[in-house]
């Protein structure tokens, strides 16, 4: 596929980097391609980086999206529907928007509020501003390293997917498999409201990160048998 | 030990049962005991109930509470406050007060909103209405009969502890070994503030239930090895 990723920061970077060695086509969106290109990713620059990076692309986010077949949101939830607005409806239209990103509020240190939760999400609010969009919110409930190599973690553990597309659902589940995660382990929770579930989600994520001082975590749910 | 279920609904007749046949002198408390005791409970009224409970007492919420060592909160969220007021701090001073409910909204139906969320949570309104109190927040991620039988679910699957006093977590933790929690199953999330987490994760749980349509699961948190 024709895959954008927008975001420049880790997760955006390890989406990209992860995608093009699975034999997809991948540009990473920027607001402002030159800035980035001189930004620092570790002690290269951002145009080293790309250039280390077999083939990954560098467009605004916009350019990115044009052509692609699936957009992935991997900026901060605070700045995603900016980020998408200068996209805009047109251009998400019909494709899959894989959103990754949750609304933490992190002003106040950790562990983060959202800026939106209990009766609105980000996924939600992103699925509105672009209804043309095929939104389907999934993998924001672990950490990155996680979403891309489920094997880090030992045994059963799960992701979920939520969106108002049943074949665009059908897209990321194809990807999520490409990841590494076995069909049972993928849970299906509903529409698009049901992102408020796995954004809230987040704090308990937090939580648990304040314990086990570790990101090499996931939840597993346990179901007696039918 | 001397209970005090607070709640006279299905969860509270649940634990009180649960907790006499574990050998604790069981007292609910209820906001009116006239109105309870010719309340139905099945087809029997409250008082039939009690008489073939076992030696379950039914008083105020006060009187229940005046010589326990451990008050119980099963109310409704949203009644919650209101019940521990008609106790008052005084009375819930040095007592473990362990907090089962979420603050549910259900006005507009399933799945439910919460009355406070994100910046806040029930269990720490309750720590500052009573500050003399030890609020343990636990129990609540899971349905009731998983509460008190966790081999409903095979596997490990696990029960969060949260709240500011450390004994008070401890005295819970029996309480929990009791219903058959093993030491390994029982995460500490930190203090009361991590009430925010667990309740939040509520909106999870209505999403799993929305899919599954059983209440019998539960999350395990898996962990890569140290």
Do not use: C
Request: charged residues 20%.
């Amino acid at each position: 596929m024709k895959i954008a990723v927008l975001g420049t920061g880790m997760v955006g970077r390890g989406f990209a980097t992860k995608l093009t060695s699975l034999g997809h086509e991948v540009t990473i969106g920027t607001r402002n391609v030159e800035t980035t290109q001189t930004s620092k990713v570790g002690d290269a620059t951002f145009t080293e980086w790309l250039a280390a990076s077999g083939g990954i692309g560098l467009r605004t986010y916009r350019d990115a999206s044009a052509d692609a077949d699936l957009v992935l949101n991997a900026t901060a939830g605070v700045h995603s529907l900016e980020a998408l607005e200068s996209i805009g409806d047109e251009v998400l239209g019909g494709k899959v928007l894989l959103d990754l990103a949750i609304p933490l509020d992190l002003s106040n240190g950790m562990p983060p509020t959202l800026t939106t939760a209990n009766s609105d999400s980000l996924g939600e609010q992103i699925q509105r501003a672009f209804p043309s969009a095929r939104v389907v919110k999934s993998l924001h409930t672990m950490y990155f390293e996680v979403m891309l190599d489920p094997s880090r973690i030992p045994g059963e553990h799960d992701v979920f997917v939520a969106g108002n597309d049943e074949d665009a659902k059908e897209v990321v589940r194809g990807l999520l498999a490409e990841f590494g995660w076995p069909a049972k382990s993928i849970i299906d929770l509903g529409d698009i409201t049901t992102a408020r579930a796995t954004e809230m989600y987040s704090r308990l994520f937090f939580a648990l990160y304040g314990q086990l001082r570790t990101f090499d975590f996931n939840i597993h749910v346990v179901r007696a048998a039918a």
